[in-house]
């Protein structure tokens, strides 16, 4: 079974730029995370989708972040425009509602640069 | 507010040697915790995956016990070897939204 799928898995950018993330979760799972790594710590969750909708989004900068799941599959986060502070891993993760108390599973993460 | 917290931020131990990560959260009211591994440059790899209804978890090496009363969790890994260095990392659900709030992790190396 394909795991969480990302790309791209590097990107350097300049600040003021727009930048794009993608993310194909796991097959049949229906809830998808959008999770921000800074260097030496944990991840910090941006968005959370079940199905088509994104249910939590209260930690996601909206001025300059953006993100959907059309057809309640694949998703994209955007960021237009890029500043210095947005470097950082950017990490996709999917899980089952309704299964193994909704483990989380992360695909390879995205590392931004922006210089 | 969900915290989580891991001890110590990094470990360095010799190949063979058992040893246990420590996770703390001070929200005893959670759904279950979740430990992950995270080798540089990737992403995190599930490891285990403990209900709250459960005491402990077993993968191999690897037993991840919960206590929720005194908010701790404990990952202990059996016969290190060098291929275990990585960071190691646990997760907490805060209440029902399954958000899961992270500690910053624990850095493992195993020396030949």
């Known amino acids: 079974e394909a795991g969480v799928v990302q790309s791209p898995r590097y990107k350097i950018i300049e600040k003021k730029q727009p930048v794009a993330f993608w993310c194909n979760p796991i097959?049949?799972?229906?809830?998808l995370y959008w999770y921000l790594q800074n260097l030496g710590q944990g991840p910090e969750l941006l968005i959370r989708?079940?199905?088509?909708?994104?249910?939590?989004d209260s930690q996601l900068p909206k001025d300059r972040f953006s993100a959907e799941r059309l057809k309640g599959v694949d998703s994209t986060l955007k960021i237009q425009p890029a500043e210095l502070g947005d470097s950082a891993v950017y990490l996709c993760a999917s899980s089952l509602e309704g299964h193994g108390g909704y483990e989380q599973f992360f695909g390879p993460g995205t590392r931004l640069t922006v210089l | 507010k969900q915290e989580v917290t891991q001890i110590p931020a990094a470990l360095s131990v010799p190949e063979g040697e058992n040893l246990v990560l420590n996770c703390s959260f001070t929200d005893s009211a959670i759904y279950n915790l979740q430990w992950f591994r995270q080798d540089p440059g990737k992403g995190l790899t599930s490891l285990l995956l403990?209900?709250?209804?459960?005491r402990e978890q077993t993968s191999g090496r690897l037993n991840a016990s919960l206590d929720k009363s005194s908010g701790r969790s404990t990952l202990y890994i059996a016969a290190s070897q060098p291929g275990d260095s990585a960071t190691y990392l646990c997760?907490?659900?805060?209440?029902?939204?399954?958000?899961?709030?992270f500690g910053s992790g624990t850095r493992l190396l195993v020396r030949p």
């Open positions: 997760a907490a659900p805060m209440d029902s939204s399954y958000k899961l709030i």
């Open positions: 403990i209900q709250s209804s459960q």
């Open positions: 097959s049949g799972h229906n809830t």
């Open positions: 989708y079940e199905n088509e909708e994104a249910v939590d």
